[in-house]
């Protein structure tokens, strides 16, 4: 067997260091959006199956949620809440529909991802159904009706950092998949 000399060995260990990094690269967005939704970080609302329902307890406490639509420069569509804003109790199931158009004389395909403001609050807001992080395709000149159900978790009137809390805002921002097929 031929033994490596130091240029060999320099080589080898800056291609392996140079491997490490791209595969690093690729695996730190799946895992930062993991690491988001388990814990709340970075405005990132929770996600809960309808199973927990029964056992969600609603408040007294009112929470006023806005709603924003945003798309991307390049991906031609119109994206909005059908309502701005929405009051709801802690505790409280509720849904807000979203409606997308494609103003486009071709099909696209599109996707969202989100954020809760204050940051700090994002863990509480949690998401039963929603259509983000999936692709979204469009036929020339669709509209349709999307949901986003979600509720406060209760143990937000609790939180004392969130005491003088009472609007949080919901954010969508949709973009183009590039490739996708619609």
């Not at 709340?40 to 949620?65: M, Q, S």
């Not at 991906?75 to 409606?99: C, D, H, M, S």
């Not at 997308?100 to 700090?120: C, E, I, L």
């Not at 609050?121 to 395709?137: M, R, V």
Request: net charge negative; glycine share 8%; with cysteine.
């Amino acid at each position: 067997m031929m033994s490596l000399g130091k240029p060999q060995k320099i080589a080898a260990s800056c291609v392996l260091f140079v491997g490490f990094m791209v595969g690093a690269a690729y695996a730190s967005v799946p895992l930062y959006d993991w690491f988001c939704r388990v814990t709340g970080f970075d405005g990132t609302p929770a996600v809960a199956t309808a199973d927990v329902l029964p056992g969600i307890e609603v408040g007294e406490r009112e929470v006023t949620i806005r709603f924003d639509a945003n798309v991307v420069p390049g991906l031609p569509w119109e994206f909005q809440p059908e309502e701005r804003t929405k009051t709801v109790r802690v505790g409280e199931l509720a849904q807000v529909n979203y409606i997308v158009k494609n103003n486009a004389s071709y099909d696209t395909v599109g996707t969202s991802s989100f954020m809760v403001a204050p940051t700090q609050s994002g863990g509480y807001f949690t998401k039963i159904d929603c259509f983000c992080f999936q692709a979204q395709p469009m036929a020339a000149g669709e509209e349709r009706t999307m949901a986003v159900v979600f509720y406060v978790d209760p143990s937000f009137a609790e939180d004392p950092h969130a005491s003088g809390t009472n609007v949080l805002t919901l954010s969508y921002t949709f973009y183009e998949l590039k490739g996708a097929q619609g």
